[in-house]
């Protein structure tokens, strides 16, 4: 009698990369509603978008959960206060920062 074993091994694929490109402008000039637009990222499924007031970004909270192209408008900001933005790509479950940036940053806070 013959016996076959299959054995399937799944690797998980890596995180995808950081976003390279990350452009922000007003909707029209005057506007509060600011335009983000990045580059798309190798291997990402989508994006999570964050926003913060603080210069070291410890204080980023989740704008957009998995936003399926590469551009997000938000139209939550007050008029006259400067955001900062951090755009991170997604892919099976794992998001990751890259390591473009020699500034140490906190990792951002889960987005749902």
Known sequence: ????????????????????????????????????????????????????????????????PHVAGTHYEDDGGVPNEAYLYLVTAFACGESTLGDGNPDRRPPPPGCP
């Open 1 to 64: 009698m013959l016996r076959e074993h299959l054995h399937l091994h799944l690797q998980p694929d890596p995180a995808p990369a950081e976003v390279e490109q990350l452009d922000l402008s007003l909707v029209s000039p005057g506007s509060s509603v600011a335009k983000l637009r990045w580059t798309e990222t190798r291997g990402a499924d989508d994006y999570n978008v964050y926003r913060g007031e603080r210069l070291n970004l410890a204080d980023l909270s989740c704008l957009a």
